[in-house]
C-alpha cells in the first residue's frame, strides 16, 4: 500500500478566500443510532480513531449537522478538536441547519448557529448549509439574508446549501448575492450510481454559478466499497431496506463493481479509492466536486485519503462513466 502521507489540493469556495480539501469526511454516521446503528461501547474510540487517521492522512475538512445523532456528531468533533490542540488550527468544520416546520422566524437560525457552535465548542464554523430546501414558516429570501449577516458578524465563513434543485440554488445564489456573500456550495448526492445532478440540471447550474459541489454519499453507503456482493451479508439498520444491497440489486450493479475493482487492482489501490477519484475527476476548471465518504473507523479514513495524489487514466474514467451510465438506468 502506498503512503496515505500525501499533499491535498485546495479549492477557493468564495470570495472571502476560504479555503477547503478537495476530499472531506462525512460525520454523518457519528452518533447517528437510526441509520448507522451508533451506539455500541467501541464506537465513541472507532469515530475518534477515524478522526485522527484523517488528520494524519491531510484530511482537516469535516462536515456534520445538527440533525446528526441528534447533535452528537457535533459533541463527538467538539471533542476531538479540544483534543487536537495546536492541530485543530488548520482543521475545518462544515454543519448544517435543518428548517424543520415548528422553527419559524430568523431568531431560530442564529440560535440554531448558537447551538452548533456550542456543541462544537468554536467561534465559528467554516461553513454553515441550509439542510434541506423546505420554507416552512421562514421564507428563503429571510434564511440567506440571515446567513449572510452571520458572514458579517464572523461566526460563519461561508454560506451553503444541501439538496437544492437547480432553480432553489439559483434563486439561493441571487438573495445572497442582493447582501454580498457568494454562495458557496451545493451539497447533493452524488456517486457512480447516483448521477441525477449530471441531467437534472444541477451541475450545469453550479458550474455556471461558481457553486461547488460536495458530493454526499460517494460510495452509495458502501454499494462501491466492494464489501458487499450478492453472496455477502447485507447492512443492518435502514440500509436494509434498500433494494440495491439485496441480491438482485447487487447482481444489476455487479459488472461497475468488477470494473472498479479491475482497475484497483491496476492501480494497486482499493474500489473506494477509485470511486472518489472517479469523483474529484468531474471536477474542471469551471467547478470543483469534493467528496464527503463516511469513515467509521481508522482504516476507512486511510483508505478515503488514498483518493488523493494521484489520477485515473482519461481512458478509465470514460470506461467507468460508460459502465455507471448503463447501470444506473436499471437500478
Same mark, same amino acid.
Given at each position: ?43 465513541? %474510540?472507532? =469515530? /475518534?480513531? *477515524?478522526?485522527? !487517521?484523517? +488528520? @494524519? ?49 430568523? %431568531?431560530? =437560525? /442564529?440560535? *440554531?448557529?448558537? !447551538?452548533? +457552535? @456550542?456543541?462544537?465548542q468554536v467561534k465559528k464554523v467554516a461553513l454553515y448549509q441550509v439542510h434541506q430546501p423546505v420554507s416552512f414558516l ?21 454560506v451553503g446549501i444541501s439538496n437544492y434543485s437547480a432553480a432553489q440554488m439559483r434563486e439561493a445564489h441571487g438573495y445572497? !448575492? ?44 458502501g454499494l462501491l466499497s466492494g464489501k458487499y456482493t450478492q453472496t455477502s451479508d447485507r447492512p443492518t439498520g435502514a ?93
Amino acid at each position: 500500500m502506498r503512503s496515505l502521507l500525501i499533499e491535498v489540493p485546495m479549492t477557493t469556495f468564495t470570495t472571502t478566500k476560504t479555503e477547503f480539501p478537495s476530499l472531506g469526511i462525512g460525520a454523518w454516521a457519528w452518533g447517528d443510532k437510526l441509520f448507522w446503528n451508533y451506539g455500541t461501547p467501541d464506537d465513541a %474510540e472507532q =469515530v /475518534r480513531a *477515524a478522526f485522527f !487517521a484523517a +488528520l @494524519d492522512a491531510g484530511v482537516t475538512f469535516f462536515d456534520t449537522a445538527e440533525v446528526y445523532g441528534l447533535g452528537e456528531s457535533e459533541r463527538l468533533i467538539g471533542k476531538f478538536l479540544k483534543e487536537a490542540g495546536d492541530r485543530a488550527a488548520k482543521i475545518q468544520i462544515a454543519t448544517k441547519y435543518m428548517p424543520l416546520p415548528w422553527r419559524f422566524g430568523t %431568531e431560530v =437560525v /442564529r440560535d *440554531a448557529i448558537t !447551538a452548533s +457552535l @456550542d456543541r462544537l465548542q468554536v467561534k465559528k464554523v467554516a461553513l454553515y448549509q441550509v439542510h434541506q430546501p423546505v420554507s416552512f414558516l421562514t421564507s428563503q429570501k429571510d434564511l440567506m439574508y440571515t446567513l449572510a449577516d452571520e458572514v458579517r458578524k464572523g461566526r460563519i465563513e461561508a454560506v451553503g446549501i444541501s439538496n437544492y434543485s437547480a432553480a432553489q440554488m439559483r434563486e439561493a445564489h441571487g438573495y445572497l !448575492a442582493e447582501k454580498g456573500v457568494k454562495l458557496a456550495v451545493n451539497q447533493v448526492r452524488y456517486s457512480l450510481l447516483d448521477r441525477g445532478i449530471e441531467t437534472n440540471g444541477i451541475l450545469a447550474t453550479a458550474r455556471e454559478l461558481g457553486v461547488t459541489i460536495l458530493a454526499y454519499s460517494p460510495l452509495a453507503q458502501g454499494l462501491l466499497s466492494g464489501k458487499y456482493t450478492q453472496t455477502s451479508d447485507r447492512p443492518t439498520g435502514a440500509r436494509s431496506m434498500d433494494r440495491r444491497f439485496s441480491p438482485q440489486g447487487l447482481a444489476t450493479i455487479d459488472p461497475l463493481l468488477q470494473l472498479l475493482q479491475q482497475i484497483a487492482t491496476k492501480f494497486d489501490r482499493t474500489p473506494a479509492q477509485i470511486a472518489l477519484n472517479w469523483l474529484i475527476a468531474q471536477s474542471d476548471r469551471n467547478i470543483q466536486v469534493v467528496p464527503i465518504p463516511g469513515a467509521k473507523s481508522a482504516k476507512q479514513a486511510e483508505q478515503n485519503a488514498g483518493a488523493l495524489g494521484w489520477s485515473l487514466s482519461d481512458a478509465d474514467i470514460a470506461l467507468l462513466s460508460e459502465t455507471s451510465t448503463k447501470i444506473t438506468k436499471k437500478v
